[in-house]
Nanobody, 123 residues
Framework: QVQLVESGGGSVQAGGSLRLSCAASGRTFSSYTMGWFRQAPGKEREFVAT???????LSTNSVKGRFTISRDNAKNTVYLQMNSLKPEDTAVYYCAASLRVAMSTSQANYDYWGQGTQVTVSS
């Protein structure tokens, strides 16, 4: 089992940057596929990006070229670097982990979730 704790959220103006971190407990972090999801007010939670244990990555079209997912297995941490932020990026961002899939955009394939961190982008 793994516990996930997100940090790095906050308020920023449009065009700004934030880096989210997700620290994982346990000694098998390198074996997990990690993902970032977000939920905007009044909307369903949606996929943002994922990184496999081999560091292959996939992101949703709306963030390509702006967001980068990465991982540091020595620190048991996955990151989401967010640049050129837009008001529509405002959401609670969640980190998730899975041992069952190599990469997935589906929430159903992730077994462990963090508590979320708020990102607010003002125009």
């Amino acid at each position: 089992q793994v516990q996930l704790v997100e940090s790095g959220g906050g308020s920023v103006q449009a065009g700004g940057s934030l880096r989210l971190s997700c620290a994982a407990s346990g000694r098998t972090f390198s074996s997990y596929t990690m993902g970032w999801f977000r939920q905007a007010p009044g909307k369903e939670r949606e996929f943002v990006a994922t990184i496999s244990r081999n560091r292959n990555t996939l992101s949703t079209n709306s963030v390509k070229g702006r967001f980068t997912i990465s991982r540091d297995n020595a620190k048991n941490t996955v990151y989401l670097q967010m640049n050129s932020l837009k008001p529509e990026d405002t959401a609670v961002y969640y980190c998730a982990a899975s041992l069952r899939v190599a990469m997935s955009t589906s929430q159903a394939n992730y077994d462990y979730w963090g508590q979320g961190t708020q990102v607010t982008v003002s125009s």
